[in-house]
């Protein structure tokens, strides 16, 4: 059974202050990993697909790499407004549309 | 350029009562996703429909729930005789075609009284 597990739970940070977040995976064969962003109330907001180990996609303040088991999302110098529940989906080679998420990791910049 | 539109945002119903959720997907995408996410839960994957099929529904309880994308209008999720465990949001999302990123939308959240 397709499996991820996103680390941390929550983060606190102080705004400048970069880290980053980590979404491990077991999957019948990777066709695409998600990151997506969520704000309290709202429906999860697209950022990146990856799809090979080895790729890195960037936006603004953010980065999202990957491995063969893992991947990170790296913020930058974050913001309040980057204050947000990030998420991490797997889509298998199995034929499934299905995506499979993380229960996420809660980021709050703080001011 | 308006994203996915999901209504009501909020329902309120009785228990033994009917939910009804209805999804506009995109404009251009075909394709359409129904997700549940419980409080502390990640999100679960119910139904993925394209127009007058469903597509694979592993993810939908076998009793009371119901999903459809007609020929014409929105995709509907539909929850007969509701219990307090069906409380949860609901997200739609839709895609243009298989393997292209899904778009959500901002949900339909369920509350059994």
């Known amino acids: 059974e397709d499996q991820v597990t996103q680390s941390p739970e929550a983060l606190r940070l102080q705004e400048g202050e970069s880290s980053s977040l980590n979404c491990s995976y077991t999957?019948?064969?990777?066709?695409?990993l998600f990151w997506y962003r969520q704000d309290p109330g709202k429906g999860p907001e697209f950022l990146f697909t990856?799809?090979?180990a080895g790729e890195e996609k960037e936006k603004e303040r953010l980065k999202a790499t990957l491995t063969k088991k893992e991947s990170f999302l790296h913020i930058t110098a974050p913001k309040p407004e980057d204050s947000a529940t990030y998420l991490c989906a797997v889509l298998n080679q199995g034929g499934s549309e299905k995506l499979v998420f993380g229960k996420g990791t809660k980021l709050t910049v703080n001011p | 350029n308006a994203g996915v539109m999901q209504n009501p945002r909020h329902l309120v119903r009785r228990r033994g009562q009917e939910a009804r959720l209805r999804c506009s997907p995109m404009?251009?995408?075909?394709?359409v996703y129904w997700y549940r996410q419980l409080p502390e839960e990640g999100l679960k994957f119910m139904v993925y429909l394209q127009k007058e099929n469903i597509i694979d529904e592993s993810g939908m309880p076998k009793e009371r729930f119901s999903a459809e994308f007609p020929k014409e209008g929105p995709s509907i999720l539909r929850i007969q005789q509701v219990v307090r465990g069906d409380s949860a949001a609901y997200f739609c999302?839709?895609?243009?075609?298989?393997?292209?990123?899904?778009?959500f939308g901002d949900g339909t959240r369920l509350s059994i009284l």
């Open positions: 990856l799809y090979s």
């Open positions: 404009k251009g995408h075909s394709h």
């Open positions: 999957v019948s064969g990777l066709r695409g």
């Open positions: 999302a839709s895609s243009p075609t298989s393997n292209q990123p899904q778009h």
